[in-house]
Structure formats: structure tokens, C-alpha cells
């Protein structure tokens, strides 16, 4: 499965996180937004669609940089996770699908509570900033 990720970097150097709602899988989890890439999509068309539908903000291809890439096993499928960050987007994000936002700054990103596939991805962008 393929899945597109944000790292959604604020003038301060934070990051926005998403908490997994009641009810899915790794509830409670805090991941970096985005979503599955649909059949025809590149992942930067799939990761502007999906900010769009899960946090109401507009962005572009061109203000998405590719960070690193996470590949991990789980119990029913293997998952490839090409991470991006932003910087510029429109729009204040806001939780669309009853999931709790949180701005963290670098430093704090790995203490939180992830998904095994976002772990190194936390783990790496920590290190490159």
C-alpha cells in the first residue's frame, strides 16, 4: 500500500501532528497527516487532495519537498511511505475527521506515541532539522 505523508512545518520550526480517533486502528497514535494514494495519483497529487479533505487547506506540488521514505510490514500489508514537508500552504488547518491536531516543535517529535511506520520518519526528520 501506498501512502503519501506531510510533514506540515510551521515559521516557528513546529510540526503538525495527527491523533488517530477513537475506533481506528493505532487509536490514539499520533501520525503525520496524508493518505492513500488512489489508483492514477502520483503521491504529491494524493497529499494535496488529502490535506484538502482532512485538514481544509490548499496547497501545490511545487511547495512539497520529499524528506524520506518509510517501508514497514504490518500484519496485513506492507506499507511504502514517502514523507514530504511544506512549508507553504493556505488555510488554517482544522480536524475534519475527528482527529485532534497538534503543533510540536523537532526536538519533542519523537516522544510522542507513533504508528511503527511513522517511528523513523519522526526519527529522521529530527535529525535532518
Known sequence: MLVAAAALMDCDGRVLMAQ?????????HWEFPGGKVEQGETPEEALIRELREELRIETQT????????ASHDYKDFHLLMPLFV????EGMPEP?????????TIKEITRLKMPPADVPLAAQLRDMF
Open 86 to 89: 511544506c512549508r507553504k500552504w
Open 20 to 28: 488517530r480517533p477513537k475506533g481506528k486502528e493505532f487509536e490514539g
Open 62 to 69: 511545487a511547495c512539497l519537498a520529499p524528506v524520506a521514505f
Open 96 to 104: 475534519v475527521e475527528g482527529q485532534v491536531l497538534k503543533w510540536i
